[in-house]
């Protein structure tokens, strides 16, 4: 668009829509670090991660080794990996989770209808069918390589969680998770 705009002769709006880009950028990235450190909190909670992960920091009251890991990671592949590639692996891993939560919502629905639920979701089983449909139609549309890195790196947490998850996890044991302090 930011270089349509341009060609066109409406630099003033190209520059706006590159402003605009930079800024949904940065917030989407800065949600996703703040996100995925809070996963591997509650990970390392339950103790399908090492116990450092969950260690608060004394002042600001984050998980502050879960947060620098998820940043140096995330900044040594973003300087590492074309932007094209770094957006396919986004986008193959973000529409995997819909899958899965999407089965979970109609797999849950099915084998425990009498649970407590904050929401409902309409139409059921059809709304977690059409999503787990349309994600894997989005997912179709991505290149081999892009299949064959969302492989590796779940054959990464396969390893980790059957190496070490497996047997730390407290709720496996039937246990709470650690309390936050």
Do not use: C
Not at 41 to 48: R, T, V
Not at 55 to 72: M, Y
Not at 149 to 156: A, E, F, N, Q
């Amino acid at each position: 668009l930011a270089v349509g705009m341009e060609r066109t002769g409406f630099r003033w709006g190209s520059l706006l829509v590159k402003i605009g880009a930079l800024g949904g950028l940065t917030s989407t990235m800065i949600v996703m670090l703040l996100g995925q450190s809070r996963v591997f909190f509650s990970m390392s909670k339950d103790g399908l991660l090492p116990k450092m992960f969950s260690n608060v920091h004394p002042k600001f009251r984050t998980p502050w080794i879960s947060s620098l890991t998820v940043g140096l990671v995330v900044a040594t592949f973003a300087s590492l990996i074309p932007l094209a590639s770094l957006g396919e692996m986004t986008s193959i891993g973000t529409l995997l989770a819909f899958i899965i939560v999407s089965a979970g919502v109609w797999l849950l629905r099915k084998r425990s209808p009498e649970l407590a639920r904050p929401f409902r979701a309409p139409w059921m089983p059809l709304t977690p069918i059409l999503g787990i449909g349309f994600a894997l139609l989005m997912m179709a549309s991505l290149p081999l390589i892009t299949w064959i890195r969302l492989v590796v790196w779940l054959l990464i947490g396969l390893v980790i969680y059957f190496s070490y998850g497996r047997f730390h996890s407290r709720v496996q044991k039937g246990l709470a998770p650690i309390p936050s302090e």
